[in-house]
């Protein structure tokens, strides 16, 4: 293959002496998928930035189809061809598909182009989507379709644009498994037409799965670029991290004792007022995790917003030590040793507009260990919040940055430090490790398990199905808003079992074994 890019001795330092790159060095062949991989803070997205124009390197040179290039912003990138699909999408809302994919774009008719040209508009799009086999509802508005489309509409806007090489930024982070498996099939008919794809990743599987050849950064360089059918994931976890990476859970057998959470009868509407929960029951004792197995989208995340005050409930109990959660207030349920890590970081999860500090005691500034009198210590708020960032190993210059200049993987422990360093006797996890890197992965689990062992009772929803089954000791699987088996969690236990249910086959089963007995 020839080389289509190569980024030779990037440096980039910024103007508050953080070394984000630190010579790295970077060749991409055209025609393949490049997996770029890395620990939160390696230097990927920065990277990723420089190559697209969105920042400029302090010392370093490109070279795009042999020839020195220099980048000034997106367009210039654009122009040459280039495309990058966002890990948080970068889409209106209001907007319907269509008129998101030509943003900026549009095609025009009449004297000087006065007049938007509709029907070409639609022209291009349907030819768009039919070439790249990338379906999706032209007309539909952005914020009604599911997030896997989302993503497609993301890549349907690059290559409007004409671009040949595409970055994909933790493009799997929020889709399902099917989705993700969709999205895979897109990517590999978009290799046999020429493309080129660089797919950042933290998902080893995904590497082995989707990519040709994969370059390992740490600490803003270069460490390794390999041959994927000459690797295994543990050689690159050990170049990413530096050490070997277990990649299991060790844990003891759960001791339950009394019940925490109990949910009856819980039925709850979605966001448009169709129901979305049918009569949840569900025990959740002290020292046990329970995990909610489900393909997304079947009442895992109204199941959660229900149980910590973000969503009204229908009917139905919802009892914490035997006292009653509905109609409390969000305050007061966080105010009661109940921890949640919500499933969107960005919106539910954190405030993007302050710093580091006020996000890790956002909810409890008031204890306290925070005081100095009646008056808040920043002292002591300096201390805790490096104690958190050395101990859930958040990567940044100080406890003053803005949380919203954050890379996902930093922000999401963020989040998981404030929530656990609580203490709480009840844990909700909604996705707690999407888009964290490996290490982080290992230390998250072990973090959970130590609540669990320290008596405090979990919930846990993940659409990894694999971490469901290597953290829980029960499986709870949810099927349009309804629980259709609750497993244990033995070395009996299947992923073919549970996709069963997941999928709904298991409640014909259940009923035939009933009527059997």
Known sequence: MSILLQMKDIHK???????????????????????????????????????????????GTIEYKGAPVT?????DAIRHGMGMV??????????????NIVL?????????SLFRDRNKESQEIEKLIQTYGLKVDPQAKVETIPVGQKQRVEILKVLYKGARLLILDEPTAVLTPQETDELFDSIKALIKQGYTIIFITHKLREVMEISNRVTVLKAGKTI????TKDTNPEEISRLMVGREILFRVDKQPSVPQDIVLSIKELCASDDKGAPALCGITLDIRA??????????????TELVETITGLRKAISGEIRYFNEELIGKSIAQIRAMKIGHVPEDRQTTGSSLTSTIAENLILDHYRNPEFKWGPFQSKKKIKQFTKIMMDVYDVRAQNEDVMAGSLSGGNLQKVVIA???????????ASQPTRGVDIGAIEFIHREIIKKRDGGAAVLLVSAELSEVMALSDRIAVVYEGEIVAVLENSSELTEEEIGYYMLGLGIKKQKEEVAAQ
Not at 31 to 36: D, N, S
Not at 42 to 54: C, D, E, H, Q
Not at 71 to 75: A, I, L, S
């Open 224 to 227: 390794a670029t390999l041959l």
């Open 287 to 300: 020292g046990e995790v329970v995990g909610i197995a489900g393909v997304e989208g079947n009442g895992q």
């Open 104 to 112: 900026g774009e549009e095609p025009r008719k009449g004297p000087l």
């Open 13 to 59: 330092v910024y103007p508050n002496g953080t070394a984000a790159n630190r010579g790295v060095d970077l060749t991409i062949h055209e025609g393949e998928i490049h997996a770029l991989v890395g620990e939160n803070g390696a230097g990927k997205s920065t990277l990723m930035k420089i190559m697209f124009g969105l920042e400029a390197p302090t010392s």
């Open 71 to 75: 980048f000034h912003g997106p367009k």
């Open 86 to 99: 966002h890990q948080h999408f970068m889409l209106a809302p209001s907007l319907t598909v269509s008129e």
């Open 418 to 428: 404030r929530e656990l360093s609580k203490n709480p006797k009840l844990l909700i």
